[in-house]
């Protein structure tokens, strides 16, 4: 027997609830390999999961848990032996295939990697998809070419920006970081950040689809309107990498600064990313994440803090990067 979150939905009055139970081997899906959970995380996408799902759910009971680090229990996969680390993100793990909220998880090898070697088990749940996500931004933004100037990151006090401003800090980029808790201002600067912008400053449409050149570059994790806003600020080629939607799927811009600015907006999926690039962003977070910068975004959890944690997660009160140790 082991420990999870086990989320359960009433039938009736449509609510769901989430708490920690015992499950068997035998409750497990079926899968590849099957691991031994050592650490993972919380992202919005495990907020909505832990709470009415979001759609994202397709069958209840359920673990959610979107990432998770651990060690190989058993494996029918020539590519997995026991004893080997591995880290899991995305490939709807967590949403529609249980996930990393327990002390044992059963997933295909085609959604494992190897643990990129530099990283522990804790540190890649540091990271997690939150980090992942931001690394591949970043290497979007170099693969277009980073012009000159400061490089924006929205919602940076966030899992994605903050570990966009680690790295973006690190890679010797001038970052300006967006927040709206003027609290987060020390934080963001230990990060890297080397310019704060209020989120009021920037979060409303304005009339002139072109404003001043300001960006060399930029990770947004908001959307909607702060992304309107930002496109029409960017220099000439720069580029916008969109990772998320915290203000809103909508976009109320205009293709003026796609026509006559060149920026290009670049989407950025984790969930269903290739396998080659997953290994070269795990690979680069190794390298170009300073672990120092990383243990200072961490806050520790356990499966029994999950509830709260997920429900401050949707309402925008979780800072930095949360590591659930399923053990502890």
């Known amino acids: 027997m082991f420990d999870a979150l086990v989320v359960n939905k009433d039938e009736e009055s449509g609510k769901t609830s989430a708490a920690v139970a015992q ?13 031994a959970v050592e650490y993972s995380t919380v992202n919005y996408k495990d907020g909505l999961c832990i709470g009415p799902g979001g759609g994202l759910v397709r069958k209840y009971p359920h673990v959610p848990g979107i990432d998770f680090a651990g060690t190989v229990e058993a494996s029918d ?9 591995v880290v899991l993100t995305g490939w709807r793990v967590g949403e529609a295939h249980w996930g990393g909220y327990a002390q044992k998880a059963r997933v295909k090898a085609d959604w494992l990697v190897p643990l ?32 000159a100037g400061p490089v924006l990151v929205t919602g940076a006090a966030g899992g994605v920006g903050s570990v966009a401003t680690a790295i973006l800090a690190n890679l010797g980029y001038k970052v300006a970081g967006v927040t709206g808790r003027p609290e987060t201002a ?30 060399g570059g930029c990770v947004d994790a908001v959307g909607g309107a702060m992304l309107a806003r930002v496109l029409g600020q960017m220099k000439y080629g720069a580029s916008v990498a969109a990772v998320g939607l ?17 920026v290009n907006l670049l989407g950025i999926d984790s969930v269903m990313q290739p396998y080659d690039n997953r290994v070269r962003a795990w690979e680069r977070v190794a390298k170009d994440l300073p672990m120092d910068k990383l243990e200072a975004m961490v806050q520790p959890a356990t499966l029994a803090d999950l509830p709260q944690l997920g429900a401050d997660i949707l309402k925008g009160q979780v800072k930095g990067r949360v590591v659930v140790d399923v053990n502890g």
């Open 246 to 262: 915290a203000g809103g799927a909508g976009l109320p811009a205009t293709v003026i600064p796609f026509l006559l600015r060149g």
């Open 77 to 85: 996969d020539d590519r997995y032996e026991p004893g080997d680390k």
């Open 116 to 147: 990129p070697e530099g990283l522990d088990t804790r540190q890649a749940m540091a990271v997690g998809t939150a980090g992942f996500t931001a690394m591949l931004a970043v290497m979007a933004l170099e693969d277009h070419g980073i012009k």
């Open 23 to 35: 499950l068997s081997l035998d409750d497990l899906p079926s899968g590849d390999v099957t691991v």
């Open 186 to 215: 020390d934080y963001l600067t230990s990060l890297g950040a080397s310019q704060i912008v209020a989120r009021d400053e920037i979060n409303e449409t304005v009339k002139r689809p072109l404003e001043g050149e300001t960006w």
